[in-house]
């Protein structure tokens, strides 16, 4: 800019900040009484240097020197223009860039410390200088009130006195305002004490990565978060312990600060500011900017604090509640029963323990399984039956680990029942291995047997040779199929199966009885008018049962009878009756026959039924299997089981293929002919059960509508002649001379049979219609 009136540059800008032609000559500077020329302001009278203001002055003189030297510059380059200088400078970069951005970095963050400190420094002294004015404010009002308190008592005392007064008074407010000083400036550096450690971390940090040339190590702050969250997460109480730490120091510091700023003692001011903490609402009673600065603080830390405490209480309620619904708390139980593992076969098991339970008015039954707690009781409610005040408790856990069976009382359970799950047979077995590994793992020991079901009687030696004589196994497979054959060869024997095994009539139970010590089972046999003995529990034997023992067997000290009877309770032994036994009325030996039976099915145990069967029938009998396995596989899945067809002795195997739910295939077998017809639950369907029961009742209706008519159920008469007038002891007696023990009969009008008969002593006329159940060693 030059002093040309003309120039169109006559801004303000151009004033303060002089471009690079206004050359002005450095002259001496001259004092003036104003710092402004007194002539006119027009740029046309402005001719002399003296009329600049000094500040502008040594702009321009500091212009004027940089142009110099760069004139000077460019006469010794010789004439190079300055886009030839730039292109010089851009093609050739400086290689200290990186050190360059390195210092610029400490640099920065030296710059920011000081700016952090010096702001720091800059509250505290600002905040206790307003202090100190309040203060003073307040002493000075404090020493007029004093003053006119004391012109009225020298009006009433005398001068000495009055002047003593005076003289202690001052002394006394001098310290106590030092003392309220204190307490407010130490107040302020807690509060900021937080906000500069964690500067100074991470001044440290950065000055560590620096001076080590490293980015990729933690800093500090990183380090020192870390550890807290280790410390929250890993100890139980550190949240409350957090949040009471942390009211502590605001009811300490909103003290001290009611201290610095109040007349108030230091116990009224730090129940002042727990009043504040605890209610928000208190501070509206403050006067004073000082109080009420406080206050607000103090007042706002409160809210904040009693909301994280109530994120606590309610994150503790609600983890509390979720760990209830899901089944997470501990089983405090005692001689209760506890299954493990879920299966279609639950239901049927509930059922059987309420009833059984139902005569001690109801006990507990512990259920754990890998399923949720809300999913498992949803599913028992839908049972429809009475549980008749046996409780159900549902745990969601894994037997496999040793906590969670702690969590269901394992120790104290009268009873364990391991259940096998749906799904391969060799997979189910091995994590009931498992569970059994884990269940002789208990430090407490068991109190209780344990009974696990297999799926595979080849995996039983296994679980006997892990478990002991702690353990018993129940295949129910290899159980349901040989009952199936017995039922097949002896109609109506599923009705007394179903009497026997199940709770709901007689039941098999096991008792001591120290007054048979010495007795022969003969005696044994007659002495339970309420049940029928059916063996002995040997003791010296580790405790294998013998069912039908001889007559002549002696009971020793520690041997248990094995009877049928209603309940556990029902029945005790009495004085032996007076009975007669007599003698059979005939020899009777029934020949065996052929027979033809029909497998409508195929099942994995195939090969063991085939071995029943052939140890049963007569020679020369048939045994068809009806399945959609085709006659190449079947022979290599009976010979992959053990079976060797050429060495069956009394069966001879028809094999025949078809679907057993189409009727076209079931009309194309000779259904008239077979005796005996099992339906077996296909392999293909067995995972599930609803599947395969489906599909058995749908053969079993194609096969009553072909037949046309049911099958009729008769039995023969081998222990009494017609019209004999007998008691049932009597024919028990009868029976013992066969070694074979009566247990029930059927009446040839009846429907059903009875199992253990009331009135044993009665006679009654019998016929040769009437159908005795029997126990016996062979047929």
Known sequence: MTLNTESPSTSNRD??????????????????????????TSFQNFTSPLAVPRTLRRRISHRHR?????????????????????????ECPSSGNKTTTSAHKKYTDFVRWRMACVIAMVVVCFTSLLH????????VSDLQDEFSTLNARLRHCNISDSIDIIDSTPEHNISSASLKNTALILSLMMLSLPLVFIKYMEYVSNVRRLLDNTTEELSLNKRLAYR???????HPYAKPLTLLIATLLLISLGGLALFGVTDDSIA?????????VANSGNHANSEGIGPRLVSVSVSFGGMLIFAMMLGLVSDAISEKFDSLRKGRSEVVEQNHTLILGWSDKLGSLLNQLAIANESLGGGTVVVMAERDKEEMELDIAKMEFDFRGTSVICRSGSPLILADLKKVSVSKARAVVVLAEDGNADQSDARALRTVLSLTGVKEGLRGHIVVELSDLDNEVLVKLVGGDLVETVVAHDVIGRLMIQCARQPGLAQIWEDILGF??????????????????EEVLISFPDAIPCGIKVASSGGKIILNP??????QEGDEVLVIAEDDDSYAPAPLPM????????????????????????????????????????????????????????????TDGGLDISRLVNIILVNREGNAVIRRHLESLPLESFGSILILADESVEDSAIQADSRSLATLLLIRDIQGNEMQIRGADLYLCEGEELSFYEVLLRARQRREIVIGYRLANAEKAIINPPAKTERRRWSVKDVFVIIADKE
């Open 268 to 276: 009224d001011c730090l129940w002042l500011s727990w009043t504040y």
């Open 66 to 90: 940089i142009q110099n030297s760069a004139g000077a510059t460019t006469d010794e380059i010789g004439g190079k223009s300055n886009d030839a200088v730039l292109i010089q400078s851009e």
């Open 15 to 40: 004033w303060f900040f002089p471009s690079q032609s206004f050359n002005v000559p450095r002259s001496p500077a001259r004092r003036f009484s104003s710092p402004y020329p007194r002539t006119t």
């Open 504 to 521: 709901e009539n007689c039941e098999f139970y096991i008792k001591k009885w120290p007054q048979f010590h010495g007795m022969q089972f």
């Open 228 to 234: 807290v969250d280790v410390f929250l997460s890993f």
């Open 132 to 139: 100190k004015n309040f203060s003073l404010q307040y002493q």
């Open 550 to 555: 001889d007559d002549s067997y002696l009971l």
């Open 579 to 638: 009975v007669q036994g007599g003698n059979l009325p005939k020899n009777i030996i029934i020949p065996k026959t052929t027979e033809r039976i029909l497998f409508c099915g195929w099942r994995r145990d195939m090969e063991d039924m085939i071995l029943v069967l052939d140890a049963f029938l007569a020679h020369g009998s048939e045994l068809w299997m009806f399945n959609e396995v085709c006659e190449k596989e079947r022979e290599k899945k009976l």
